[in-house]
Structure formats: structure tokens, C-alpha cells
């Protein structure tokens, strides 16, 4: 089954405490992403991934990290985590084509405190 | 850069009666447009797109769009609401180069029997 995997669905952490939140997909997708939704606010991108070894900021990136160094898998991590970043986390891919749509995993709601 | 509004955060109807959830657009150039839907601790799941062509693009579950250039919106439709459609409805913009994926702030719709 074609699927975006996220682990854990749900975190309770306490501040400053470094943290990875996984994904993996099993599509073959080149473009991966991250988004945290927040009420009122919808879905805000914090990094993407065209390929391997290729990343790049979104609209708030400010207090996490990405990486990609295989094709399926793309971790976020917070290295030092404020309540502020208290959030539902979605990863998603896509093929790398702008007018393609993009499968979600099923999300992880991280709490902060 | 591109951007998405969705004017209404809630919509409310009555089982059977057609719905319209609204979202307008703004992006440089030719649009690629979403719409996800988001089920209670669910992941976003996609229902429909518009690439090009017919300006009435159907989807999953019954779910129709309209695209309207001169105004810029994306309207999503159905013809007779059922009460399992009561979700969180996200549209979505791409502009050409693909990189992100602008999504509103969700539309909250409730069909009440």
C-alpha cells in the first residue's frame, strides 16, 4: 500500500530536549516536506526536499532541521525544543512535479512543555 | 509569492442540500489548485485538482470544483451533502515552479442530518 509513514503520532517532551520526528514514504517520491498545522493558521511549510541531499527552507524553519540522505526517508528534528513548537506535524511527498498532488502521513501532534 | 484565502471557517448544512466551501487565489502566472479534505486524527487526503482544460473538475466522493480565472477562486462544490462529509477542507496553490504548496486556513464543514 502507497503510504507516508510518520512516527511517533504523539510526543509529549519537555524544553530542550532534542527530538526526531520520523517519515518515510514508499513511493519513490522525489519532493518531500514538512508542515505544521496550527489552528486558524492552516498548514505552513517548514522545509522541503526536491531529492537526496537537496533541501531548503519553507515558511517557518526557524528551530528545526531536515535531512535527506535517502530518497524514502526525511527526518525532522528539533534540536532544542520550545512550547512554541508545540504543534501538528504532517510530512508529505510527491513526484517532483509542480502539478502533482502530495500524499500526507497521518500526522504527529508534538507537545511541548 | 503565491497565497490562498479561505473566507469562511465554518460552513454549516443540512443533510441533502448542496454545499459550497469558497477559496480565492493569488499566484504569478497559471495555477495549479488543491483541495484536501482532513478527517478527525487523520492525515490531509486529496479529492481533486485543477491542471488545465474543463474549468469543472470532478473529484473523490462527489466533490466538483469550479475554477474561475476572473476571479480567481476555486470553489468547492457538491450537489447533496451527506453527513459523513463533515470535516476540515484545506485548498491549496502551486505556482509553475512547484517548490510550495500554499495552503489556506481550512474550512470547517459540518452537515447536520
Known amino acids: 500500500e502507497a503510504q507516508v509513514t510518520q512516527n511517533p503520532r504523539y510526543l509529549i517532551t519537555v524544553t530542550g530536549k532534542k527530538l526526531t520526528v520520523t517519515c518515510s514514504q514508499n513511493?519513490?517520491?522525489?519532493?518531500m516536506s514538512w508542515y505544521r498545522q496550527d489552528p486558524g493558521l492552516g498548514l505552513r511549510q517548514i522545509y522541503y526536499?526536491?531529492?537526496?541531499?537537496?533541501?531548503d527552507k519553507g515558511d517557518v524553519p526557524e528551530g528545526y532541521k531536515v535531512s535527506r540522505k535517502e530518497k524514502r526517508n526525511f527526518p525532522l528534528i528539533l534540536e532544542s525544543p520550545s512550547p512554541n513548537q508545540t504543534s501538528l506535524y504532517f510530512c508529505?511527498?510527491?513526484?517532483?512535479?509542480?502539478?502533482?498532488?502530495?500524499?500526507f502521513g497521518q500526522g504527529t501532534r508534538l507537545t511541548v512543555v | 509569492a503565491q497565497s490562498v484565502a479561505q473566507p469562511e471557517d465554518q460552513v454549516n448544512v443540512a443533510e441533502g442540500n448542496p454545499l459550497t466551501v469558497k477559496c480565492t487565489y493569488s499566484?504569478?502566472?497559471?495555477?495549479?489548485l488543491f483541495w484536501y479534505v482532513q478527517y478527525p486524527n487523520r492525515g490531509l487526503q486529496f479529492l481533486l485538482k485543477?491542471?488545465?482544460?474543463?474549468?469543472l473538475v470532478k473529484g473523490s466522493y462527489g466533490f466538483e470544483a469550479e475554477f474561475n480565472k476572473s476571479q480567481t477562486s476555486f470553489h468547492l462544490k457538491k450537489p447533496s451533502a451527506l453527513v459523513s462529509d463533515s470535516a476540515l477542507y484545506f485548498c491549496?496553490?502551486?505556482?509553475?515552479?512547484?517548490?510550495?504548496?500554499?495552503f489556506g486556513a481550512g474550512t470547517r464543514l459540518t452537515v447536520k442530518p
Open positions: 508529505a511527498s510527491s513526484v517532483g512535479q509542480s502539478n502533482t498532488e502530495a500524499f
Open positions: 513511493m519513490n517520491h522525489e519532493y
Open positions: 526536499s526536491m531529492n537526496v541531499e537537496v533541501t
Open positions: 499566484v504569478s502566472g497559471n495555477p495549479y
Open positions: 485543477y491542471i488545465t482544460g474543463d474549468n
Open positions: 491549496a496553490v502551486r505556482d509553475l515552479r512547484g517548490n510550495d504548496m500554499r
